[in-house]
């Protein structure tokens, strides 16, 4: 399988990549197997994410999904991110390997892991 031109897009312009300001929810996941890490900084406030930024070490799949996820939670409601499957990921960024998934499910763990973190 080759990758999606909005794989390709999200590994050549990730979105809201970095630290995020006066976040008040962060988590850090790693995958024991591979050692690819997702760091999710979220601001949270009246139930919903304002401003979501992440930083992705590993394979350009986990990086892909970082970018993915944290273009998506910008604006939606805490009770809605949490509904968040990996399914949901490996669709915004046009499709992975069977092999590759493993990044998505990283990225809704950090996520999950982050609003569980979450200091309101």
Same mark, same amino acid.
């Given at each position: 399988?080759?990758?999606?031109?909005?794989?390709?897009?999200?590994?050549?312009?990730?979105?809201?990549?970095?630290?995020?300001?006066?976040?008040?929810?962060?988590?850090?996941?790693?995958?024991?197997?591979?050692?690819?890490?997702?760091?999710?900084?979220?601001?949270?406030?009246?139930?919903?994410?304002?401003?979501?930024?992440?930083?992705?070490? $590993?394979? =350009?799949?986990?990086?892909?999904?970082?970018? #993915? @996820? &944290?273009?998506?939670?910008?604006?939606?409601? *805490?009770?809605?991110?949490?509904?968040?499957?990996?399914?949901?990921?490996?669709?915004?960024?046009? $499709?992975? =390997?069977?092999?590759?998934?493993?990044?998505? #499910? @990283? &990225?809704?763990?950090?996520?999950?892991?982050? *609003?569980?973190?979450?200091?309101?």
């Amino acid at each position: 399988m080759s990758y999606s031109e909005a794989f390709k897009d999200h590994i050549a312009n990730p979105r809201n990549a970095g630290e995020l300001v006066n976040a008040n929810a962060v988590a850090e996941q790693t995958n024991p197997v591979c050692g690819d890490r997702v760091r999710l900084s979220l601001r949270i406030r009246d139930g919903r994410i304002e401003a979501a930024r992440f930083l992705a070490y $590993g394979c =350009p799949p986990t990086l892909a999904c970082g970018s #993915a @996820l &944290a273009e998506m939670l910008e604006g939606m409601t *805490i009770a809605d991110a949490l509904k968040l499957e990996r399914k949901e990921i490996v669709t915004a960024v046009g $499709g992975l =390997p069977s092999r590759k998934q493993h990044a998505a #499910a @990283l &990225a809704i763990e950090t996520l999950r892991a982050a *609003i569980q973190n979450s200091v309101n």
